[in-house]
């Protein structure tokens, strides 16, 4: 999912469907691929520090929880891709694979679970994944918002 300032939103009501509309709107969509592209290029250019790969984990979990240190992983469980092509310090790949842990959920954290039972607490679960549409977007546009900081040189700068 993009979510960029510099790319217009387009919109389609789901009643009253209209094939005239549908086809302007592909059109706009088009009209975009370049820029949209342009921008994945800049991101996969941009390689991270390790400070600001956390950074834009840290980010993530405080996007998703009210208290970061309660959510169920640490930061640096949400760099870790699932697939081997995943892998990489680029902005674009890292990017993504927080996106898909923090919005697909699944990640558990074996260290912070083992912690809470030796303190004799309950055992932090897995991120669960975001089912609300409205929060998917919330959500993506903020990484996006950070990512585009830290393209712009965020914590170099």
Wanted: with cysteine; net charge neutral.
């Amino acid at each position: 999912m993009v979510c960029d300032s510099t790319i217009d939103r387009v919109r389609l009501r789901h009643s009253a469907f209209n094939p005239e509309q549908v086809i302007q709107a592909s059109l706009e969509m088009l009209n975009v691929v370049p820029d949209i592209e342009e921008r994945v290029h800049q991101f996969q250019d941009r390689i991270l520090t390790p400070t600001e790969r956390l950074a834009l984990a840290t980010g993530a979990l405080a996007l998703r929880y009210d208290e970061p240190n309660e959510a169920p992983v640490c930061a640096e469980k949400l760099l870790q891709a699932r697939r081997r092509e995943d892998e990489g310090t680029d902005l674009w790949r890292t990017f993504n694979v927080v996106q898909e842990n923090v919005v697909k959920g699944g990640v558990r954290d074996h260290s912070k679970a083992r912690e809470a039972r030796m303190r004799g607490e309950r055992a932090p679960g897995k991120i669960r994944e975001v089912k609300s549409i409205d929060e998917n977007m919330k959500l993506n546009k903020a990484l996006w918002h950070m990512a585009e900081v830290l393209r712009k040189g965020g914590l170099q700068a």
